[in-house]
Antibody, heavy 121, light 107 residues
């Protein structure tokens, strides 16, 4: 079964750090771009970051640049999001997703169940 | 950044109705447009990719159209299980922005 399972979410104080993990199974992880997407409570979806198959290309949304870092370990079939200098507005459910595509299209076809990050004192 | 504007923000319809949701990009994105369905407490589910291609396993009452800047998601013959929030997303260039979402209520 193709699956993504996130972990690592918790309650953290403002200014703190957290590392999220996403374990992939059922497909060739090293062949796919991967993404992180977040959703604040009661709000819409926000794309956070992408990384290519070997980790040599990555992109982050402006609001997290310099604070969050996406990474991956293909030997462990895992995607990570290192989150530093956390702020209250980073409070959200964080989803990892598989990015697929071809000429003229890209989409997130497989999603994890999400992990909750709460930033509060 | 490319802005994606979705409308309406909410709508209510009856079982059997046809509904249309629109998504407009602030610049041309060719067909780099996806539609997702999200139910409360769940992850988004891909419905449509490449603006008009139906994802495997998605009922054929869902359809997408458009290219360039204007796109639509159409749901024919609404079913009770279609009650959800629907999002468009442009994947033409990073950041891959989402629309604000459309909450669909089944009367």
């Amino acid at each position: 079964e193709v699956q993504l399972v996130e972990s690592g979410g918790s309650l953290v104080q403002p200014g703190g750090s957290l590392r999220l993990s996403c374990a992939a199974s059922g497909f060739t992880f090293s062949s796919h771009w991967m993404s992180w997407v977040r959703q604040a409570p009661g709000r819409g979806l926000e794309w956070v970051a992408n990384m290519n198959q070997d980790g040599s290309q990555f992109f982050h949304v402006g609001s997290v640049k310099g604070r969050f870092t996406i990474s991956r370990d293909n030997a462990k079939n895992s995607l990570y999001l290192q989150m530093n200098s956390l702020r209250a507005d980073d409070t959200a459910v964080y989803f990892c997703a598989r990015l697929v595509g071809n000429t003229g299209w890209r989409s997130c076809d497989i999603w994890g169940q999400g992990t909750m990050v709460t930033v509060s004192s | 950044d490319i802005q994606t504007t979705q409308s309406p923000s909410a709508l209510s319809a009856s079982v059997g109705d046809r509904v249309t949701i629109t998504c407009r990009a602030s610049q041309s994105i060719s067909t780099f447009l996806c539609w997702y369905q999200q139910k409360p407490g769940k992850a988004p589910k891909l419905l449509i990719y490449a603006a008009s291609s139906l994802q495997s396993g998605v009922p054929s009452r869902f359809g997408g159209s458009g290219s360039g800047t204007d796109f639509t998601l159409t749901i024919n013959s609404l079913q009770p299980e279609d009650s959800a929030t629907y999002y468009c997303q442009q994947t033409y260039s990073v950041p891959y922005t989402f629309g604000q979402g459309t909450r669909l209520e089944i009367k």
